[in-house]
């Protein structure tokens, strides 16, 4: 089935292993995310397989379906609405509001359950967490109230809104907010969570700051790169996904639209450059799947736009010759994993 989305599963486990390896020789233990391929089981089972410390995903649909003895972590912020399956279905969430701990606590309390909680500290990236001190010490304060939930560590979250590049100095803010609240309320941090694959940079540094005692692993096992500067990891595969499309039609058309120039489907005026006659083929995928500026041509082929459902390259320069039928491979990038990953139009070949 075409189009279709290889994985090696060879290469992920070397990736896996490796960066597992790595961390827990620098004292770190290793939640594995899997959200990026949608919680597809074979790879979990290979997550499984090589013992990772902790199974993480952000939607509590995924954790559903892994029947594991590895802790499932909730990465998303709890839904209120959702919080009875949160409870059933994971081990552990990341939480930075109480109203959302106590209904939690609530749940946990019918099902006879201890939930674990991990909360989250804004140190300036600007998306999840508790930004103002005073209130980071008193929600711990009112967590320690609740019987049935266990403060097990606290967390943050860096380079995925703002941008924020996780220094040796911003991390070490971390840390002191593990002594504070240890301090304060005479308790242990089991974890704290350093962030994710754009710490991996000063993970193999040797520059996480002591008290850094966990990672949230996901870009940095399916494309073998650290992310606060995109620099691909020596020893590691950058190709573990990659995508296969067919040619569905190969004809030699102008550059150039011929006609007044209006919205195309997606209520956009598209601008052109005139390089003459080209030869240019469609391929069966589109924006449903994938946004095409997420692919990387493996082929000297240029990528000039999508429709829902089509996939328009110029294979001019190409030095094979293609014909209908043929298949054109990508590289991928996070985003366009991700995407295609989801959509149900697309298929899944392991290697």
């Known amino acids: 089935?075409?189009?279709?989305?290889?994985?090696?599963?060879?290469?992920f486990r070397h990736n896996l292993k490796?960066?597992?390896?790595?961390?827990?020789?620098?004292?770190?233990?290793?939640?594995?995310?899997?959200?990026?391929?949608?919680?597809?089981?074979?790879?979990?089972?290979?997550?499984?397989d090589e013992e990772v410390d902790f199974i993480a995903d952000s939607r509590i649909e995924n954790l559903k379906g892994f029947s594991s003895v590895i802790p499932k972590v909730l990465l998303r912020l709890p839904s209120i609405s959702l919080a009875e399956e949160v409870v059933k279905h994971s081990d552990i969430s990341l939480n930075s509001e109480i109203e959302t701990v106590r209904v939690l606590n609530k749940f946990a309390r019918e099902l006879d359950k201890i939930h674990k909680v991990i909360l989250m500290i804004d140190l300036g990236d600007l998306r999840e967490g508790i930004f103002e001190k005073q209130?980071?010490?008193?929600?711990?304060?009112?967590?320690?109230?609740?019987?049935?939930?266990k403060l097990f560590g606290i967390g943050v979250n860096l380079t995925c809104y703002g941008g924020v590049?996780?220094?040796h100095d911003k991390l070490m803010e971390l840390v002191d907010y593990k002594t504070q609240i240890e301090q304060k309320f005479n308790i242990k941090l089991e974890i704290v969570s350093g962030g994710n694959s754009s710490n991996l940079e000063l993970v193999?540094?040797?520059?996480?700051?002591?008290?850094?005692?966990?990672?949230?692993?996901?870009?940095?096992?399916?494309?073998g790169r650290e992310t606060a500067y995109g620099d691909y990891l020596e020893d590691m595969y950058?190709?573990?996904?990659?995508?296969?499309?067919?040619?569905?039609?190969?004809?030699?058309?102008?550059?150039?639209?011929?006609?007044?120039?209006?919205?195309?489907?997606?209520?956009?005026?598209?601008?052109?450059?005139?390089?003459?006659?080209?030869?240019?083929?469609?391929?069966a995928i589109g924006k449903q799947d994938v946004d095409y500026k997420e692919l990387v041509p493996i082929d000297t082929i240029h990528l000039l736009g999508s429709s829902s459902d089509h996939l328009i390259v110029d294979v001019s320069d190409s030095n094979v010759i293609y014909e209908v039928g043929d298949i054109i491979k990508f590289r991928l990038t996070?985003?366009?994993?991700?995407?295609?990953?989801?959509?149900?139009?697309?298929?899944?070949?392991?290697?």
């Open 238 to 283: 950058l190709d573990v996904f990659t995508l296969e499309a067919e040619i569905i039609e190969l004809k030699e058309k102008p550059s150039i639209p011929i006609g007044e120039i209006g919205m195309n489907a997606f209520g956009k005026v598209p601008t052109f450059t005139d390089r003459g006659t080209r030869l240019r083929a469609i391929l």
């Open 18 to 48: 490796y960066l597992i390896d790595l961390c827990h020789n620098r004292g770190m233990s290793v939640m594995g995310v899997s959200k990026v391929y949608c919680g597809d089981l074979q790879l979990v089972e290979i997550m499984i």
């Open 165 to 167: 590049i996780p220094t």
């Open 204 to 223: 193999l540094e040797d520059r996480i700051p002591f008290g850094i005692n966990n990672i949230r692993l996901g870009e940095g096992i399916v494309l």
């Open 1 to 11: 089935m075409y189009p279709r989305v290889v994985i090696d599963k060879k290469k």
């Open 135 to 149: 209130e980071v010490f008193d929600i711990v304060e009112d967590i320690l109230k609740l019987e049935h939930i």
């Open 334 to 351: 996070y985003a366009s994993i991700l995407s295609l990953m989801t959509s149900k139009y697309v298929g899944k070949y392991y290697e």
